[in-house]
């Protein structure tokens, strides 16, 4: 992909090295970009096995992203 997707892929990553376990809105929030834009750029990192998602939840519903497998979490390359 372009440029722009390697700068924005690492703005993710560093994200998730930082925050640990999140959620796509934090992520989200902290980087400027809408949440379904997050998810769907997290999609992308799930398919290349560069993160890992843990749980999914019906809409409405929070997840308590203080319990562990609660999110999105950075699955470092073997």
Same mark, same amino acid.
């Given at each position: 992909?372009?440029?722009?997707?390697?700068?924005?892929?690492?703005?993710?990553?560093?994200?998730?090295? $930082?925050?640990?376990?999140?959620?796509? @809105?934090?992520?989200?929030?902290?980087?400027?970009? !809408?949440? #379904? %834009?997050?998810?769907?750029?997290?999609?992308?990192?799930?398919?290349?096995?560069?993160? $890992?998602?843990?749980?999914?939840?019906? @809409?409405?519903?929070?997840?308590?992203?203080?319990? !562990?497998? #609660? %999110?999105?979490?950075?699955?470092?390359?073997?």
């Amino acid at each position: 992909m372009a440029d722009w997707w390697t700068e924005l892929e690492g703005e993710i990553l560093n994200c998730l090295e $930082r925050t640990g376990i999140t959620t796509p @809105a934090e992520i989200g929030r902290r980087l400027g970009i !809408p949440e #379904a %834009a997050t998810t769907s750029l997290l999609s992308i990192l799930v398919r290349e096995g560069k993160v $890992r998602m843990c749980l999914v939840e019906l @809409a409405g519903q929070e997840a308590d992203v203080h319990e !562990p497998g #609660a %999110a999105a979490s950075m699955r470092r390359p073997a």
